[in-house]
């Protein structure tokens, strides 16, 4: 089914005898905006990176002509930029299509395992949501992004078509207002509704016990309204009901643009994974955790070298779970009428 699942076997007995060919050093062959251009980070934010992963990676011998770290790093980098056949990036770097499939597998868990260093709820988000549109108390803006897959089987694939029609993995994040991902969920199907996929994760959990304060994450209409998580109105009528929706919207718009930035960095989150679900869900984290190290580095954004899909929303149906209204009349009347 998937890339990642045909067979590691380079060659037989039968086989010729496979001609290798020298592997270009790309940090001494390109200069710096051409190697951001083709790996997304730029060379500094590379180097590092790849200290940071050489404990998981695997190294073989040169006399078996092992790919270096640096050169995995790369070709994983050259993947999620293009989003394309394996055989493609491994031709980029020199390695047949089943040694790029490793080397994709085994970068993005070692990027993956970064996630808790650069990935986590800050304490200190508030007075850049207010700077957006003087909405009080903001801890991050939550929403879900659908990210194209193959289908996986017969026996599952329809579990994993969205209200689209296409197969996806529904990924839930949240961010702050400087388009950091603060949460990434990248296991759910493109069927599970977004307030599903909130309500059994452990970010409400940690909510509900209280965990960040007095503070709100800012949803859709698809998501429950709850004591720490605010929604628009439906039908505002005052003037401090339509200043509460306007504020409540440009503040959550963050979460809109942070997917946008991600999936034009890394393109392979915005086509379709033609990997397994366990890779994929691996490819998502990693590229998430390289978009949060874009942002630390403050790199301007690169365009994409190939053509992206426009990007229709999904419908977002109205959750009709009853929610503690109490506390979002007490903001608008105590604070947004007042405006």
Request: glycine share 6%.
């Amino acid at each position: 089914m998937s890339d990642w699942s045909e067979s590691d076997s380079d060659s037989d007995e039968n086989t010729a005898p496979r001609q290798y060919k020298e592997r270009v050093d790309y940090t001494t062959t390109l200069n710096s905006v051409e190697f951001q251009m083709r790996f997304r980070l730029d060379k500094a934010s590379v180097e590092h990176l790849l200290v940071e992963i050489m404990p998981h990676l695997r190294v073989k011998g040169t006399r078996n002509h092992g790919v270096s770290p640096l050169h995995q790093l790369l070709l994983a980098l050259r993947f999620y930029a293009l989003g394309t056949m394996l055989l493609s990036v491994g031709d980029f770097i020199g390695v047949s299509k089943a040694s790029a499939c490793r080397i994709v597998r085994d970068v993005s868990s070692a990027i993956a395992l970064l996630y808790t260093k650069y990935i986590f709820m800050k304490s200190n988000t508030e007075d850049g949501f207010y700077r957006i549109a003087r909405f009080p108390r903001v801890q991050g803006a939550i929403d879900c992004t659908h990210v194209r897959i193959q289908s996986p089987c017969a026996e599952v694939g329809e579990e994993f078509r969205n209200r689209k029609g296409y197969p996806s993995i529904n990924v839930q994040a949240v961010c702050d207002s400087e388009l950091m991902l603060m949460n990434v969920v990248a296991r759910w199907p493109g069927s599970a509704h977004d307030a599903t996929i909130f309500n059994m994760s452990e970010l409400k959990v940690q909510l509900e016990t209280g965990m960040y304060g007095n503070k709100w994450l800012l949803g859709d209409s698809a998501y429950p309204l709850k004591p720490y998580l605010l929604t628009p109105l439906l039908n505002p009528e005052s003037r401090g009901e339509q200043l509460y929706n306007e504020s409540l919207i440009r503040s959550r718009n963050c979460i809109e643009r942070t997917f946008g930035v991600w999936k034009r960095r890394f393109p392979v989150v915005a086509l379709t994974m033609r990997l397994s679900l366990q890779n994929a869900h691996a490819v998502i984290i990693a590229t998430a955790v390289l978009h949060n190290i874009c942002r630390l580095q403050n790199l301007g954004e690169v365009p994409p070298e190939v053509e992206l899909p426009r990007i229709d929303p999904v419908p977002v149906p109205i959750n009709n779970e009853g929610g503690i209204q109490l506390h979002r009349e007490m903001l608008i009347a105590n604070y947004f009428n007042n405006l």
